[in-house]
């Protein structure tokens, strides 16, 4: 049997271990676990009135699977696909790369399709999944092109593949303009040979995005997202400020009363969900000049009110008061049930009788289950390795300071782009520091680590040449 086709059953193999645990618990799970605020995108499009509050494409793609059949759970299959493909495309890469031997993607492929956290969200859909799963092998086809020195990029496959993946990434997930924005920085400073090529590709990818907002902005009339989601922070800040008994100058006091009464605001503030302060409220000058005027006069409050929001993305230790892991796979019933009203068909409507399931019960109890035992290293495993949300900041943070050692900074920050981007996005937006966000940097982390190992171990810089030239002619062992 020669080389390729060795290749390909083990491809086939790792297929395999990747979808059978995963089908396995999608079986157990029946139908699966639709988030709650993707209930509501889902029913929104269903009954005529689509809103831009979480994901489209993602609303769009997602409705033939879960509507116009017998089970919403018919989506999973979906999901789990695009999962498995994400894993086996970066792993096929990565060894295409040299990063990765035969047997060591094996060993991968086994790591994803076994890790817990993984089987567990694989069963939650959402655009945040799909999401993360995007940012997998993007991170890898960033790994070629640093490793490559842009050189991956003259291949029309690459970056046609790449130029997608940014796309995906960007419609699924808003914040990721961000990724969009600082990959087309350093790409323009790096890698100045090929400053045409990127010229068409993020062309391309402005036209597609303005192509996307004029369907569903202009076409299907879609209700754009609301500014409140950019104003989690400011919101909780001037909760805070109220809260402590702040000085409020009259001017401001005239735009955030406006909005609800000084007793509104204080009543409504909880030190770890900014949900409650920033709805109704909408990004505009006077709000922003009211934000700044009383932050002037209350730093500690400010400073206090981000700390107190934003400190488990940070705080390794864990804080399970805030992980929200139950609220996802909790009954959302309501979140259909009250968008369709009589217009949803009852075959539909009859799989969220609003009571909770079994499964649902099992799925949102689990982390509090092994957090709460007193096995050996369980819980200890369950809060550092399965559920951290501080985990995707220290990795990010402690490979800077290998590459900073390796004098690598550039190739580690080219490489990093999605990571870094996200954590950015969240530390400044995030509503709630719950766990689902910090999921969406966990898929990609195996890719970093694989890359900050041979980083550390000289082997990067040894395999610039030879990277481009597997990319281009070679085929793995």
């Not at 593949?161 to 350093?186: D, H, P, Q, S, Y």
Request: aromatic letters at 16%.
């Amino acid at each position: 049997m020669d080389s390729k086709r060795r290749m390909l059953w083990r491809y086939c193999i790792m297929t395999a271990i990747l979808l059978i645990p995963n089908l396995l618990c999608l079986f157990f799970a029946w139908p699966g676990f639709i988030q709650a605020d993707h209930q509501a995108t889902i029913a929104n499009i269903i009954t005529g009135n689509p809103s831009q509050w979480h994901s489209l494409v993602w609303g769009y793609l997602a409705v033939p699977f879960m509507y116009f059949t017998p089970s919403y759970g018919f989506y999973g299959f979906v999901q789990i696909a695009y999962f498995v493909v994400a894993v086996v495309f970066s792993l096929y890469r990565l060894e295409r790369a040299g990063l990765l031997s035969a047997k060591a993607s094996i060993v991968a492929s086994i790591f994803f399709a076994l890790f817990p956290t993984f089987l567990m969200y694989n069963l939650l859909y959402s655009s945040d999944l799909i999401f993360a799963y995007t940012l997998l092998p993007l991170t890898v086809m960033l790994i070629e092109i640093s490793m490559t020195r842009g050189e991956a990029l003259r291949q029309n496959w690459f970056i046609i593949t790449f130029g997608l993946l940014l796309l995906m990434a960007f419609e699924l997930r808003k914040n990721a303009v961000l990724i969009v924005v600082f990959v087309f920085i350093i790409f323009v400073l790096r890698y100045s040979k090929i400053r045409a090529r990127l010229a068409v590709l993020f062309a391309a990818i402005i036209v597609m995005i303005a192509a996307f907002s004029f369907l569903f902005g202009t076409v299907l009339q879609a209700r754009p997202s609301a500014s409140q989601e950019l104003l989690s922070v400011p919101s909780q800040q001037i909760a805070r400020a109220i809260y402590d008994g702040g000085d409020i100058p009259d001017s401001a006091g005239e735009v955030i009363y406006q909005i609800r009464s000084k007793e509104e605001w204080k009543n409504r503030y909880d030190p770890i969900t900014a949900d409650p302060e920033k709805m109704h409220t909408a990004l505009t000058v006077d709000y922003v000049k009211a934000w700044f005027e009383i932050g002037i006069r209350n730093p500690k409050s400010y400073i206090r009110a981000y700390l107190d929001l934003m400190y488990p993305f940070w705080r390794i230790t864990p804080d399970p008061g805030s992980i929200m892991i139950g609220i996802d796979f909790a009954n959302h019933d309501g979140f259909t049930i009250g968008k369709c009203k009589d217009i949803c068909s009852k075959e539909y409507l009859a799989q969220f009788p609003n009571t909770e399931t079994a499964a649902q019960h099992w799925f949102a109890s689990q982390y509090y289950t092994y957090t709460g035992s007193h096995f050996p290293l369980v819980a200890d495993v369950v809060n550092y390795v399965l559920f951290n949300r501080a985990l995707p900041l220290w990795t990010m943070l402690v490979g800077l300071f290998f590459a900073i050692r390796k004098r690598m900074v550039t190739d580690y920050l080219t490489v990093t782009v999605p990571l870094f981007a996200t954590l950015i996005s969240l530390l400044c937006f995030a509503p709630v520091p719950m766990f689902r966000y910090a999921a969406q940097m966990y898929y990609l982390l195996p890719a970093v680590m694989v890359y900050l190992y041979r980083m550390n171990h000289g082997d990067l810089q040894s395999q610039k040449p030879r990277a481009k030239l597997r990319g281009a002619h070679q085929t793995a062992e």
